[in-house]
């Protein structure tokens, strides 16, 4: 974990604390259905942390479980977090692709208006 401090005009970033992914057993998002950055990650204890938003939340948790599955391969667990945004292969996760889904959602808006205006024989 790291701090941000801002001293004058620098930026300085110190080391609170550091944690092993092989000691991590869960991490808990809270509530799938709000848009809230709040986790808990569940080490020897728990750590209930606050992400700067609910997207860096899940980018968080993704990356957590790519580097479990290319290096460690355990059955980590990732609960109260919306399948549809954690798993990459989604056209909802928004890792830097965030133009791609907004072309896609107004593909399917024009496709849908394009339709409705088409008269029915």
Known sequence: MVKHLRV???EKYEIVEKWFLKDLEMIDGKEADTDNPYFDMHFHKVYKLEAYSCASKYTFARTLNKLNEMYLKKD???VNFDDTYLNDDSIWSSN?????????????ASNLLCLSLCPLS
């Open 8 to 10: 004058d005009r620098e």
């Open 76 to 78: 980590l667990k990732i």
């Open 96 to 108: 830097n692709r965030d133009c791609l889904v907004l072309m896609r959602i107004c593909f399917y």
